[in-house]
Each structure stands twice: as structure tokens, then as C-alpha cells.
């Protein structure tokens, strides 16, 4: 059981008030609006939030729906996920206060209508603690990853200085950002990034495809699965498997505080596509 | 016009002679249909083409197919491309001889009915020169290619002493590979492979999946299709559009002889999936 959960992640249940016609991608707005709702619950610690480093301690995603249009009372899942406890609680206090309050995205309005964090109500909600990741994590030869929104590296820059961008889910680059969110705000490093660095993460199979994000600036990034062919010892192993089961928490890449890089680890199968 | 193709890509149409079921892949078997073929047509050559080097002069592919039950009369196309004009002549002269001639493959009986070298009968058959394909190829900032059966690069060794296969088709992996073929076969280099090193050939988008090749032995690769951003200045950038453009009778990456890596140069469109 967990005494005290340090990572929550959360899904609101949004619902129209009115038929809407969503966006395409309503990243940035969801990311304002968490910003908004954090405002009201603490203004002081939102002020800090504002000017918090690089890397945030909390995600923002709007699910991946099919329908761009909304009846009246139709739900619209936006799921934070909160890598200090301690953001949660105001936050999770205010909606207490104001059950059923109005929300607005875009030109949508939204009821407020409840916030889950149990995978029974859905697979991107849950609650751990960085010490129980690292008791339940098992060694394991293979790893498969499910990259749900569009997901993105920031690499160095191009000849001509553009920003080079990463859309191929290489080992390196997908545990380096995992252990990169875990060092900066677990309590304890897990591993150095040369530790990661010295294992060779295969790519072994994969189904992806890239997609445009469109947030403020529009964003290739790459969505799908693919699965890893681990190396490295039982202790390096388990390490991958601790930041693997860490990644619905963390997310993985750039922007993952608009849409970009939802992630899960999901059950390696051994499927024969022919 | 061309005076004299030196680079001809056929499509053998086979009509089953009965009802007949096929194996997932016949890769393997095509393979030595052809070695068959050459040998009836010039046991010497065919003598020469059995020993040859690890880079061979043509590739053999089934083409795609959805069915695997062939009934009495349906046709399995065969794809044959040659690298050297000299490999082809007698081959063709053999199928002149003996027109609907039986064939057999795996344990399926088949009527060589028409072998076709021109693009209005199918889009994997073609014939061109070495000195057309640069003639014709023209600088330009994006390069797509379809990967039209599983594609994969043989790497260095692992940590165990076990190949590694590469599944991702970067840049370099992919016009090197070109390269080689290119720079094996045709009367004079097109580049060093030093020179395409130095140009950043960045993955723009894709869609892409592992699939299980059933050859001798199993053989994953990766399918599908990829854009490619280049650098370099225009004449680097006509270099690579002349390997794209050769990658149609080039195949790239392994076992391009038993039905791995067919790929030719698609257009570049711009759609924005979202």
C-alpha cells in the first residue's frame, strides 16, 4: 500500500456544456488552463511554477479522441500528471471547494465534472510513489513502449542553426529524457546518464508513424510502439524497467506539458506479423 | 532514349498451373528459381553468379501480395532486378526459347507467362542507365522513399558476439547502402562514402513497422514509407536524388536477393496528418 503517493496521475473529466467544435489539437490551451486552475488554488506557488526551470513537474494532455465534435454533456478527458505531491493537493483542494465549476478551452465550455486517479476509471490515471517504481520494477530482456500523442527529442542544432528535432524513438534518447525527469525531481538519482549511455538498447520491433502536433507552433513528433532488446546486467536491466513503468508519470521528449509525449509501458507480446 | 539499358527491373508473371497454396514467404525460393533460371541459360555465368562477392548483381522479390491461395490461372508476379545489362540478356533469351515454359516453386507449379519491363504493366518493372539516372536526377530539399517489403541493415557485432540489425532507416544506413551498390557496379563511383558521411540526412516524417521476413531463416526488417530532409548543396543534394532514384534497381540493406528491401522513390507530399 502506498503511504503516500508522490506521483498522481490524474484525469478530468470534462463535460460540454454546449455542442462544441474542438480544435485540432488543444494542447497549449489545456496547458494554460492547468495554469489558470493552479493560479486559483495557490497564486504564490503558481508564480513559482511560471518560473520554474526547463523541465516542469507536471505534464498536460488533452486524450486522444476521435470526434472533434462535442455534444452537449459529452465527455472531454484532459489528464495532468503531477511529479510533486505537493502541486496536487491545492489543486485537488480547489476542485473540492468548486465541485462542478466552469471551465473554458479555446471557445469550449466545460463543467468540471470529476478528477480520477485509478486506472479502473482510466489507463493514463494512476498513483505511485518513486520508491515503490523502483521495488516493483523486475529485470526483463525486452521493453515495449506505447507513445499515445505525438512525442519529439529536442537534439542540437543544424548547419544552419535550425533546432534539430528527434522523431525516431532510439533507446538512447527515449531513457536519457526518462532518467533525465526522474533525477530532477525524484529524491534520489536512479542511475547517471553514462550509466545509461554504456547500454545498448536495441529497437527491436515497432508500428509508428509521424503526426503533427498542432499547439502554438505546430510540432512533428512520432507516435506508436515499439520494443526494446535490453543489455546490460540485472541491476542495469531493472533500472530500464524502473524508468519504463516511471514514463506514465513522467512523459518522454519535448513539450510534454502541451500534448506531446503521453506515454505507457505496455506488456511485450511476441507477435509473428507476416 | 535510352541506347542500351544497363539497369533492368522485370516483372516475371507467373500463372498457377493448379490451385495452390503459398508459403508466407517465398523469398528464399524465388531465389533459387532464379539461380535455376540462370543456370539453364548459361552454366557458366551461373557458375560465376554462385561465387560471386557478397554484393550481388541483381535482387529477386516476390511482389506483395494479399492472397496466399492461388487458384488454377491466378498470377504471382516475380521480380527480378538486374544490375548488369550482360545478366539479363541471356536470362530473357532462355524465357524467348521457351515460351510458357513450367516453373516451380516451393511445392506450387507455375507457367512463366510474360516477363514485362515497362512501368504501364507495373510499377517495380523498368529499365534505365547508370549515366540516365544522373542525367535525370534533379537537386532537391526533401527525398521520400517506399519500403515496400521488410528492409534491414546488417551492423557491427553485440556485446555477445550477435549481429545486429539495424530497423530504422536513417539516412545514412539507407543512402550508403545505396551507395555501395551503386559505386559496386556502375562503370564509375558516384561519391565516396565519406562525402555522403558528411551530409546531414535527417528522418522528417514517416510511417513505418517491423515485419517478420519467412526467408531460410527469419529475418525481421522494417516497412513503409519515409521523407527525408536534406543538406548539402546542390550538387550533393543531385547525388542523393540520383541514389533515390537508382534505389529502384539498387534494393537496399540485406538479403536484397530474397525478397528484402524493395523500395523505390515516391513524391514528396506535404499532408498534414493530425
Known amino acids: 500500500m502506498l503511504a503516500q503517493p ?14 462544441t467544435q474542438l480544435e485540432r489539437t488543444q494542447g497549449h490551451r489545456a496547458h494554460a488552463l492547468f495554469l489558470h486552475l493552479m493560479q486559483e488554488s495557490d497564486p504564490v506557488l503558481a508564480e513559482q511554477l511560471h518560473a520554474a526551470s526547463q523541465t516542469k513537474p507536471w505534464t498536460v494532455t488533452p486524450l486522444p ?20 505531491a505537493s502541486l496536487y493537493w491545492p489543486f485537488a483542494q480547489t476542485f473540492l471547494q468548486r465541485p462542478n465549476r466552469q471551465l473554458r478551452l479555446g471557445s469550449s465550455n466545460f463543467n468540471l465534472q470529476a478528477i480520477h486517479t ?31 500523442t505525438p512525442t519529439c527529442f529536442k537534439l542540437g542544432r543544424d548547419r544552419q542553426g535550425k533546432q534539430r528535432v528527434g522523431l525516431i ?27 545509461i549511455e554504456q547500454l545498448d538498447i536495441q529497437i527491436k520491433r515497432y ?3 509521424t ?24 541491476h542495469e536491466r531493472r533500472i530500464l524497467a524502473t524508468l519504463a513503468d516511471a514514463a506514465l508519470y513522467l512523459g518522454i521528449g519535448a513539450k510534454t506539458t502541451q500534448g506531446m509525449g503521453l506515454v505507457q509501458r505496455i506488456s511485450t507480446q511476441q507477435p509473428e506479423q507476416a
Chains 1, 2 share one sequence.
Open 118 to 148: 485509478t486506472k479502473q476509471h482510466s489507463p493514463w490515471a494512476g498513483v505511485s510513489s518513486w520508491q515503490s517504481l523502483i521495488d516493483q520494477a523486475q529485470p526483463t530482456d525486452e521493453i515495449s513502449l506505447w507513445f499515445a
Open 169 to 195: 524513438p532510439d533507446g538512447q534518447s527515449v531513457f536519457q529524457s526518462l532518467l533525465r525527469r526522474w533525477n530532477a525531481f525524484a529524491p534520489t538519482p536512479l542511475a547517471s546518464p553514462e550509466q
Open 207 to 209: 508500428q509508428l508513424r
Open 6 to 19: 508522490e506521483l498522481i496521475a490524474c484525469v478530468l473529466e470534462l463535460t460540454a456544456t454546449h455542442g
Open 65 to 84: 479522441q476521435q470526434a472533434r465534435r462535442l455534444h452537449n454533456g459529452e465527455t472531454y478527458p484532459l489528464r495532468i500528471a503531477f511529479l510533486q
Open 211 to 234: 503526426e503533427m502536433l498542432h499547439a502554438q507552433d505546430k510540432q512533428l513528433g512520432f507516435m506508436g510502439k515499439v520494443s526494446y532488446k535490453l543489455d546490460g546486467d540485472a
